[in-house]
């Protein structure tokens, strides 16, 4: 009997009963996707961006920026990449367990195009179309509690629903109206699969809007506002813009410091904060 997407999680946990076995072959193909990642992140060159199923939620002054000015924003540093690596090989080991635990898992990384712009989906699990995420604990919290449309920084949503209409003829996808993500905790170990419905949104218009957008020559208006650091008179920037490359393209005159917390980019000090400031390019995650 098929096994149904719902059970997906508590399937993969049931690996580790200590009785499952995998075959050589199976183990000898998940070692070179691992090997893969890692060769494509050490060796990735950034070529000229061009616009992406996957950055269609962005804020249109971010991906303005990214595809028309890309020098303007920050080169990521090595413990970033490294960063990624770790979410891809743990993206891929949640697909390659979902396989080993009775799971349909096809069309993997496939290409899909909408109105002339390409995107590759994660994998398409019993029918449905899936993200895979690796995510912090706080971020995870996110997807655990269903609250994804009501605090979507990344655009994650948007990216989702993009590979569902790409792939509303496919026939692998049995499940036209759903799509999820599989998320794991890389801190903690836990995983979720978070469902939710089409948005309904016809993306050949969304893609027709953001070509226009693109094609101006300045930039939209700033995405997001500064908002009060506490009751010092200080702003800084939101979530969402501290994590953009081109914050500082957006405020020229940005001043990081360095709280117990982490940084804190601040567009206006009214009053010195009494912790480091940090005025080189290099910043400690």
């Not at 569902?164 to 499940?175: C, E, G, R, W």
């Not at 759903?178 to 969304?206: A, E, P, Q």
């Amino acid at each position: 009997m098929n096994k149904k997407i719902d059970t997906l999680v508590d399937d993969i946990y049931g690996l580790f009963d200590g009785t499952h076995e995998f075959s050589d072959e199976s183990i000898s193909s998940f070692g070179q996707k691992l090997a893969k990642h890692l060769s494509s992140r050490i060796s990735e060159q950034r070529g000229t961006p061009t616009l992406r199923l996957s950055a269609l939620g962005q804020p249109d002054r971010k991906l303005w920026f990214t595809i028309n000015t890309p020098e303007l924003g920050e080169p990521l540093s090595p413990k970033t990449r490294f960063k990624f690596l770790l979410g891809d090989l743990l993206e891929e080991l949640l697909l390659y367990l979902a396989e080993e635990s009775g799971h349909k898992v096809e069309g993997v990384q496939d290409t899909l195009e909408v109105n002339g712009v390409i995107g590759h989906r994660d994998a398409v699990i019993d029918g449905r179309t899936v993200d895979v995420k690796s995510a912090s604990s706080y971020s995870f919290k996110k997807f655990k509690e269903h609250r994804l449309r009501e605090d979507d920084v990344f655009g994650y949503i948007d990216q989702l629903n993009s590979y569902m209409f790409a792939a509303k003829n496919d026939p692998i996808v049995s499940d036209k109206r759903t799509g999820s993500f599989l998320v794991i905790d890389k801190t903690l170990g836990h995983i979720c699969l978070d469902s939710y419905s089409s948005n309904g949104v016809d993306y050949d218009k969304v893609v027709e809007d953001k070509r226009k957008m693109l094609a101006q020559s300045t930039p939209p208006d700033r995405c997001y506002e500064p908002v009060p650091e506490g009751k010092s008179g200080n702003m800084k920037l939101g979530v969402q813009c501290s994590y953009c490359p081109f914050k500082k393209a957006c405020y020229p005159g940005l001043r990081t410091f360095l709280y117990s917390t982490g940084p804190v980019f601040l567009t206006h000090v009214e009053r010195e904060p009494k912790v480091p400031e940090i005025t080189g390019t290099e910043i400690e995650d």
